[in-house]
């Protein structure tokens, strides 16, 4: 079974965002990883004081295999980008849930958008129904 | 697909117990990559690697005549075979048009195997029973036959702990022969779809698991590792080995595809000669090129070729980074005009608007020093 930390919310694109008060930190899962493979490249379209709505592609990561989109999971402003990601594209591979997170956003906090995100057991059950 | 409705191969049990991940691919359940793409890729290419490709197709053509009534349906010289060897070719329609590429394999003059992909297997079987007389037989045996690649510089080296006396290593590539693995009757051929020394051995499918269980334990202590779809995808590209359905199909004729090496106008008449010849003639009005990503892009399958107003003027059938190289790598269809070596490409992303810059550059991008 992939890692799902249990202090982390969780999107159908296997989008992962740590909530911090209004900072909502994105990366994508450890099952989003596997079925990628080796990761080369992390492309964020995006830059810092940018206002992004929720759903919106902000950006692709590329494997050897594929190429898939960055949704963003809520609506705010790009407070931080993970710019390390560039030259090491690894590191998401190696950390989904630590250094390999890809952009920080600033939320109003109270969002409708954050209670519509699954919390580690629905998104446990969304990949056990796939 | 729903995944209950896939076909398995003999070997797929192997597979999940090496925890593949597994893709439907052509109506079969198919192990795309086990500990990752790229290990793969380098392991068939320093060591070996092995791959079932038992979602292939198989025919056996019989009857007076066999390989001479094939050698019609086929661009390449198949009547010049001699037993035992085999040949890769197209096969194509009156229009020129590519059917399938195949291996085919002349067993005797009245039996001749021939091995498609998977999913032209129904088109192939149909064609060749519509073109050929009643004298011929032809026989689908895809459902009785599993075939495991065996592939990579330490190859015949694992082999040898299954076959006796040397037997495989003697056959000079392209060449078949019987021969007893591991104690089954099987085919084993120097063959196979990654540019590298190795075997395809078609097997039994009850025995199909059980060769494939000794091979792994003969081949661990050189480095064999089981490689999938993936893997075989990037290591036939760098190879510039057309993929059906991506490089080649049925709107692209073997000219314009750089296949005119297995087009023989020199033999006797096959079917799409004449619309091959009138093409030949009128020279071509688009190729299918290597080319070199010269930023940071990497084109894919599909990505457009664009001109200077941003206009679609070809198409890129296979794309994807090259481990070997370490550089972004792809096939594309691009006016004449344009294929010379060294010609600047613009590509496009059809879905998300984004633009690479490439050149045109001779293929192979890699061949094996032997």
Known sequence: ?130 | MEQSSLKKTPIYDEHLRAKARMVPFTGYSMPVQYTGLVDEHHTVRKSAGLFDVSHMGELVVSGPGATLAVDRLVTNDVQGLMDGQARYTVCCNEGGTILDDLIIYRVAADNVLVVCNASNREKIVGHFNQQLSATHEVRDISDDTALIALQGPRAMEILRSGVADGRAEELPAFHFADMPVFNVDCTVSRTGYTGEDGVEIFCPPGEAARIWRSLMAAGESAGLRPAGLGARNTLRLECRMALYGNDIDDTTNPLEAGLGWVVRFDKADFIGRTALLAVKEAGLARKLVGFEMTDKAIARDHWWVINDADEQVGMVTSGSPSPTLGKNLGLAYVPAGSAAVGSALRLRDPERGRIGNAIVVKTPFYKRTR
């Open chain 1, 1 to 130: 079974m992939s890692d799902v930390p249990s202090d982390l919310k969780y999107t159908k694109e296997h989008e992962w965002a740590r909530i911090e008060g209004n900072r909502v930190t994105v990366g994508i899962t450890q099952h989003a990883v596997d079925a990628l493979g080796d990761i080369i490249i992390v492309s964020v379209d995006l830059k810092v004081g940018a206002a992004v709505s929720a759903g919106k592609v902000f950006g692709v990561v590329e494997s050897t295999k594929s190429v898939s989109d960055l949704f963003s999971p809520i609506s705010g402003a790009v407070v931080a980008i993970n710019e390390a990601l560039k030259d090491a594209p690894e590191k998401v591979n190696e950390s989904p849930y630590g250094d390999g997170w890809m952009v920080a956003f600033e939320t109003d906090g109270t969002s409708a958008e954050l209670d519509g995100l699954m919390d580690p057991a629905a998104y446990s059950a969304f990949l056990g129904s796939l």
